[in-house]
């Protein structure tokens, strides 16, 4: 493989997996909610240019596997870069001046202590909710004869104008397995030996879940340059 800076300042992104919560705590003894997420190394398995595709972005591959669990065009895609065997893949947007090259490895210390993040990942499933836990719907009256209609949803629609149930109702239905993204997570703990990143706050899906942390959209310090 090719001899490439293992990390790139321009690139503020990252795929990872969830470990778990803790907490912190700081010198004066207050304690800090923080999700682990055991983030790179991953490696730039392809380079895509305004020239050619229109875009600039970079993919990254992450997590280690046997070559017999991808398919052979996955397998020519990762050997054209010089990459190991990855099973999941992303792209990131990035400059068409940033200096991230195929076959480059990125850590964690892109990161740095105090940094905003943004963490998308797939929530929890729940299976079949109604809308009281899907919604958030009060109910039913608890009293007064109501003897079944205390999660009940309550009238749905019209009657023969329109004579139908609007687009977009909400009722009751499967929740969550859906891509969720938490904005604006501060950095507290950036562990390069031990590849771990630890955010403030919970962040979408379940432990061993795959995450993808980039540089806050919304962070008004580092689009003003302070």
Do not use: W
């Given at each position: 493989?090719?001899?490439?800076?293992?990390?790139?300042?321009?690139?503020?992104?990252?795929?990872?997996?969830?470990?778990?919560?803790?907490?912190?705590?700081?010198?004066?003894?207050?304690?800090?909610?923080?999700?682990?997420?055991?983030?790179?190394?991953?490696?730039?398995?392809?380079?895509?240019?305004?020239?050619?595709?229109?875009?600039?972005?970079?993919?990254?591959?992450?997590?280690?596997?046997?070559?017999?669990?991808?398919?052979?065009?996955?397998?020519?895609?990762?050997?054209?870069?010089?990459?190991?065997?990855?099973?999941?893949?992303?792209?990131?947007?990035i400059s068409e001046q940033d200096d991230?090259?195929?076959?480059?490895?990125?850590?964690?210390?892109?990161?740095?202590?105090?940094?905003?993040?943004?963490?998308?990942?797939?929530?929890?499933?729940?299976?079949?909710?109604?809308?009281?836990?899907?919604?958030?719907?009060?109910?039913?009256?608890?009293?007064?004869?109501?003897?079944?209609?205390?999660?009940?949803?309550?009238?749905?629609?019209?009657?023969?104008?329109?004579?139908?149930?609007?687009?977009?109702?909400?009722?009751?239905?499967?929740?969550?397995?859906?891509?969720?993204?938490?904005?604006?997570?501060?950095?507290?703990?950036?562990?390069?030996?031990?590849?771990?990143?630890?955010?403030?706050?919970?962040?979408?899906?379940?432990?061993?879940?795959?995450?993808?942390?980039?540089?806050?959209?919304?962070?008004?310090?580092?689009?003003?340059?302070?």
């Amino acid at each position: 493989m090719a001899a490439f800076p293992k990390t790139s300042t321009m690139l503020k992104g990252i795929l990872g997996k969830k470990v778990g919560m803790t907490q912190i705590f700081d010198a004066e003894g207050r304690v800090t909610p923080v999700t682990l997420i055991e983030a790179g190394p991953c490696f730039v398995t392809q380079r895509k240019s305004f020239e050619k595709d229109g875009y600039s972005s970079v993919q990254l591959g992450f997590m280690e596997v046997a070559e017999k669990k991808l398919s052979k065009p996955e397998l020519g895609h990762l050997k054209r870069s010089k990459t190991p065997s990855l099973k999941h893949l992303r792209e990131f947007r990035i400059s068409e001046q940033d200096d991230v090259q195929e076959g480059q490895e990125i850590n964690v210390d892109v990161f740095n202590v105090g940094d905003l993040v943004d963490v998308s990942g797939v929530s929890k499933g729940k299976g079949f909710a109604g809308v009281v836990k899907r919604h958030g719907f009060a109910g039913g009256a608890k009293t007064h004869g109501a003897s079944d209609r205390h999660r009940a949803p309550g009238s749905v629609g019209a009657g023969t104008t329109p004579g139908r149930v609007f687009k977009g109702m909400r009722m009751g239905g499967r929740m969550g397995g859906k891509k969720v993204t938490t904005l604006n997570l501060e950095v507290v703990l950036v562990d390069s030996g031990r590849n771990l990143l630890a955010v403030k706050g919970a962040i979408p899906g379940g432990k061993n879940g795959l995450v993808v942390i980039r540089g806050a959209i919304k962070d008004k310090k580092a689009s003003e340059g302070v």
